[in-house]
Structure formats: structure tokens, C-alpha cells
């Protein structure tokens, strides 16, 4: 049962643009989510996160927006630079579960230049 | 370069063989997680250690164990390999298990 689900694999966008990239989850006891930056075979990079005490928050050309109702979060990145094509993970986690990290499958953003 | 340290970078052997990957986390951190990644597959979470406790097992099979060390380093120790067990094994490390995690460049096992 995957409860983070990035139901996008692929999204593609003219640099200068806005990248918008989804996660949904369904534990409502998630607290806190991170999102991850992947290049090929290299790990994951931290990028940016949000205590489930915000809606949103802001780093440089990053933006996490979250919406607790609706059990959503979305990454804003804008403008986009072809430097951010790169597969994006989505991550959650709570106290409960000792703050294990869940992951969703990640969405391939390429920016064409 | 994150500071976490995951060693070899690459790994072939053969079935039924056992291997040992090895991580060593950023200064000061001591939270160790292990992660698979398969081919088509997100990040699969297999088990954290905190300051040489096990803290949180997740789908890691019986064949594979891990263990932290007073220096903080990390083992994952995988046996009896299977064609399947290919992927890449990633490391993590953050300073209390809370907040976002730095990851090594993964060791890349092919089982063959």
C-alpha cells in the first residue's frame, strides 16, 4: 500500500518556466515531508521540507506548498533551469513511526532548454 | 559531496555469494538508514540505526542484516544473494533520525 503516491513519473517544461510537481498522501499523521532531489546514480539531495504546521515555505526558487484537507503537497520551482532535470522523490514521516522516512516512486522533470 | 561515504561504488557477484556494504555518515551524525532501490522501484526503506541501536526495521529480508559500530559506521550485510537482490543500496545519515537525511552515492550490486 503505497501511502505516498507521485502519481506523475514524467513531467516536462520549457526552461524560464513553472514546474510543478505532486505528492499525495493518505496517513494523516504525517508530519513533516521532505522533498529529494535525484541525478543518475548519485543518492538523493536533500532540497526542501515542510512541518505539517505550515502551508507553505519558501527556499530561493523552491517553494513547498501543503494542503493538510486535501492530504497534498506540491513543488514549485520556478524558473526552471535544465540543471533541475533530475527525478524528484516526495518523502513523509511522522513521530509514530519513529520518524521512518516513506517515499513515493519520484517524478522525472525534465526542463528543456 | 554530501559526507556520507558508501563503499565499493560498484559490486558484482554471483548468487548465493555474501557481501558486505559499508557506510560512513557525516560527522556528527548519528542516524544510519539503509535504502534499496530497485530498477522501476522508489527508495524502499530496509532499517535504521541510531548511535548502534537498531531503531526501525522495514522491508528488509531475513538474508540481510546490518549493524552500526562505536565509530558510527555502518555494515549492510547481504546473504544467500539472488538474481533479484540487483539494485542499488543507498546510505543515509542525519544528525537525531528526525528531519531530512543526507544520502551517500549508493553502492550498485549486481547479482549475476
Known amino acids: 500500500d503505497q501511502q505516498v503516491k507521485q502519481n506523475s513519473p514524467s513531467l516536462s517544461v520549457q526552461e524560464g518556466r513553472i514546474s510543478i510537481l505532486n505528492c499525495d498522501y493518505t496517513n494523516s499523521m504525517f508530519d513533516y515531508f521532505l522533498w529529494y532531489k535525484k541525478y543518475p546514480a548519485e543518492g538523493p539531495t536533500f532540497l526542501i521540507s515542510i512541518s505539517s504546521i505550515k502551508d507553505k515555505n519558501e527556499d530561493g526558487r523552491f517553494t513547498v506548498f501543503l494542503n493538510k484537507s486535501a492530504k497534498h503537497l506540491s513543488l514549485h520551482i520556478v524558473p526552471s533551469q535544465p540543471g533541475d532535470s533530475a527525478v524528484y522523490f516526495c518523502?513523509?514521516?511522522?513521530?509514530?513511526?519513529?520518524?521512518?522516512?516513506?517515499w513515493g516512486l519520484g517524478t522525472s522533470l525534465a526542463v528543456n532548454p | 559531496d554530501s559526507g556520507v561515504t558508501q563503499t565499493p561504488k560498484h559490486l558484482i557477484t554471483a548468487t548465493g555469494q555474501r557481501v558486505t556494504l559499508r557506510c560512513s555518515p557525516r560527522?556528527?551524525?548519528?542516524?544510519v538508514y539503509w535504502y534499496q532501490q530497485s530498477l522501476d522501484q522508489g527508495l524502499q526503506f530496509l532499517i535504521h540505526y541510531y548511535n548502534g541501536e537498531e531503531r526501525a526495521k522495514g522491508n528488509i529480508l531475513e538474508r540481510f542484516s546490518a549493524q552500526q559500530f562505536p565509530d558510527l559506521h555502518s555494515e549492510l550485510n547481504l546473504s544467500s544473494l539472488e538474481l533479484g537482490d540487483s539494485a542499488l543500496y543507498f546510505c543515509a545519515s542525519s544528525v537525531s533520525g528526525q528531519g531530512a537525511a543526507f544520502f551517500g552515492q549508493g553502492t550498485r550490486l549486481t547479482v549475476v
Open positions: 560527522s556528527g551524525d548519528l542516524s
Open positions: 518523502a513523509a514521516t511522522n513521530a509514530g513511526n519513529n520518524r521512518k522516512l516513506i
